[in-house]
């Protein structure tokens, strides 16, 4: 099981930018992708951004072009740096690890096939 502990959110202006940080641990052979995926109250979780580890991305329509996931193989880390913030950006954020699966699981459009979760951070964006 892949641990993941994420931090660096907060609370920004409409137009401002943040940048999440997620260090994960227990990494297995078949740990293929990481995901940043978030959760808005009322809303269903839904993906952000993912990378697989040889650095193929997807993106949510709604934040192409404004956020970026990028990853530290040597640290075991993956950020997201999100800019140009909307107050509908506001949500708690996650980050999660694919293992095992097809290539293409690793994608925003498939938020079950992620099992490993961390404990989110809150991102609080205000007009």
């Known amino acids: 099981q892949v641990q993941l502990v994420e931090s660096g959110g907060g609370s920004v202006q409409a137009g401002g930018s943040l940048r999440l940080s997620c260090a994960a641990s227990?990494?297995?052979?078949?740990?293929?992708?990481l995901g940043w995926f978030r959760q808005a109250p009322g809303k269903e979780r839904e993906g952000v951004a993912t990378i697989t580890r040889n650095g193929g991305t997807t993106y949510a329509d709604s934040v192409q072009g404004r956020f970026t996931i990028s990853q530290d193989g040597a640290k075991n880390t993956v950020s997201l740096e999100m800019n140009s913030l909307k107050p509908e950006d506001t949500a708690m954020y996650y980050c999660?690890?694919?293992?095992?699966?097809?290539?293409?699981?690793?994608?925003?459009?498939?938020?079950?096939?992620?099992?490993?979760w961390g404990r989110g951070t809150q991102v609080t964006v205000s007009s």
């Open positions: 227990g990494y297995t052979t078949s740990t293929s992708c």
């Open positions: 999660a690890a694919l293992s095992g699966g097809f290539p293409s699981w690793c994608s925003v459009r498939y938020v079950a096939s992620f099992a490993d």
